[in-house]
């Protein structure tokens, strides 16, 4: 079967950097997405990755390895704001959007 | 605002009602989406759309009948609902049906069913 994991929570203190990991198995592989939902909010797109390697882009990067099946997003200076779920979702061989569970993400002053 | 709307926001319902939410993308976007979100689960795909033609129906229930009748427009029509459909209905788009395109969501509707 398919699946995404990520860990359900995770805290971390204001100014701090946070990486919240996501491993996949699914049916062929053609990007991976990573998005931020506020709660009682719409998702909303952070990244895209479908080669190997770090894409940057502010305070956010997203990192990707295809051969181990692996991806983190890294959260830099963190801000009372980034509290929300990380959802991390793949696109599998059929074009299909794979969802985890996402990450709630506390951040404490 | 991300210019996918959602209406209603919250609706509760009997599980002898029928209702329909909608949702309206004002993004030029081909494509459309049901999902189905409930706490602490994966997003669950219900319905997608592209380019005004039901493109996949991931084996949901016929008590949820989706309809499109443009590419802008997203309907979701409930009937003889079951306490456990009670969850956040999100409606996305994205240009199109591919790997790279991200989807804008609208800001979901809370289904609450007595």
């Known amino acids: 079967g398919q699946n995404i994991d990520q860990p359900t929570e995770m805290t971390a203190t204001e100014g701090a950097i946070v990486q919240i990991n996501c491993t996949y198995q699914?049916?062929?592989?053609?990007?991976l997405f990573w998005y931020q939902q506020h709660a009682g909010e719409a998702p909303t797109f952070l990244s895209y990755?479908?080669l190997d390697g770090l894409e940057e882009k502010g305070r956010f990067s997203s990192f990707l390895s295809r051969s181990k099946g692996y991806s983190y997003l890294l959260l830099k200076e963190l801000q009372m704001k980034d509290s929300a779920s990380y959802l991390c979702?793949?696109?599998?061989?059929?074009?299909?959007?794979?969802w985890g569970a996402g990450t709630k993400l506390i951040i404490k002053p | 605002e991300t210019g996918v709307t959602q209406t209603p926001r919250h609706l509760v319902m009997g599980m002898t009602n029928k209702k329909s939410l909608k949702c309206e993308q004002h993004?030029?976007?081909?494509?459309m989406y049901w999902y189905k979100q409930s706490a602490k689960k994966p997003l669950e795909l219900m319905f997608v759309?592209?380019?005004?033609?039901?493109?996949e129906n991931n084996s949901v229930p016929s008590r949820f009948s989706p309809e499109c009748p443009n590419s802008s427009h997203l309907f979701l029509h409930l009937h003889t609902l079951q306490p456990e459909d009670s969850a956040l209905y999100l409606c996305?788009?994205?240009?199109?049906?591919?790997?790279?395109?991200?989807?804008?969501f609208g800001p979901g509707t809370r289904l609450t069913v007595t």
């Open positions: 996305a788009s994205s240009q199109g049906r591919g790997d790279s395109y991200e989807q804008y």
């Open positions: 993004l030029g976007h081909n494509a």
């Open positions: 759309y592209n380019f005004k033609e039901q493109t």
């Open positions: 699914t049916s062929g592989f053609n990007g």
């Open positions: 990755n479908v």
């Open positions: 979702a793949v696109t599998d061989s059929n074009y299909q959007l794979i």
